[in-house]
């Protein structure tokens, strides 16, 4: 007999040994963990789902949150002075992809996620005039670029996939953040999420977790089986940052 109740299995059972390369955990510099003791909360949420290893990147977004190697690698030290010794971390940055990125291109050296990847991201409301010259300023001084969250630029959901083909001709990955699976960031969002899966736009997938609301509602992120089948080599792809 035909059932219409499809089984459906906790997202977070697939993590076990998974690299978070996106998050906002490291104390007190952005918009993320404001202190040691709420990082540590954090990181002991994720060992539940078999995560230990994270690179932190926090944002750098000109006069919002001014960070700079040296100040991200000082919440680093901060935060390991305190951690379990069992927890893997390094620190990288999400950068906004703007005009002061590209005025400090030459004169600071930008923190890498694994080898030559680095992690971008767009405003939420508007995509930079010069996008283009951007991705290629950055791809020529050696960055392969990881764009952030792709599902939660709005302003191209209208066109039909269009735009994100563009960027993915142009050299651009795309993470994923886990949470666009649920509502958290509204249903449009989630059902772009879903439609890049579909399409295998989607290369890598992270948490983006700013508090430890994120990763309770992470826990009980229920899909279906298809759903999972399309998740898996994402997964595996991104744990390959790291392998």
């Known amino acids: ?25 490291l104390p007190g510099i952005d918009d993320g963990s404001p202190d040691v003791e ?3 909360q954090l990181l002991k949420k994720f060992e539940e789902f078999g995560v230990t290893s994270f690179v932190h990147t926090p944002h750098v977004m000109n006069d ?3 960070n700079t190697p040296d100040t991200i690698n000082a919440a680093l030290k ?4 305190a951690q379990p010794e069992h927890i893997k971390n390094s620190a990288a940055a999400e950068y906004m992809m703007d005009q002061p990125l590209m005025d400090k ?10 080898g030559n990847f680095s992690l971008v991201e767009m405003s939420f409301l508007q995509p930079p005039i010069n996008l283009k010259e951007i ?11 990881i764009l952030a969250h792709p599902e939660r630029y709005g302003f191209f959901h209208a066109s039909d ?17 886990m949470l ?3 509502e958290h960031y509204g249903k449009g969002i989630q059902k772009m999420a879903f439609k890049l899966l579909e399409n295998q736009m989607i290369d890598y997938i992270s948490s983006d977790t700013h508090r430890l609301e994120h990763l309770e509602k992470l826990q009980n992120i229920k899909l279906k089986s298809k759903e999972i089948e399309m998740l898996k080599p994402v997964i595996e792809n991104s744990k390959s940052l790291f392998a």
């Open 1 to 25: 007999m035909f059932s219409f109740f499809a089984k459906k299995y906790f997202f977070v059972d697939l993590l076990e040994g998974f690299t978070d390369f996106h998050n906002h955990i």
């Open 38 to 40: 709420t990082s540590l």
């Open 64 to 66: 919002y949150y001014p």
């Open 78 to 81: 901060e935060l390991k002075a």
């Open 105 to 114: 291109i030459d004169d600071e050296k930008l923190l890498k996620i694994s």
């Open 135 to 145: 991705i290629f300023a950055l791809q020529n001084k050696g960055h392969v670029l």
């Open 161 to 177: 996939l269009r735009k994100y083909s563009s960027l993915k001709t142009r050299g651009c990955y795309f993470q994923l953040n």
């Open 180 to 182: 666009s699976l649920s």
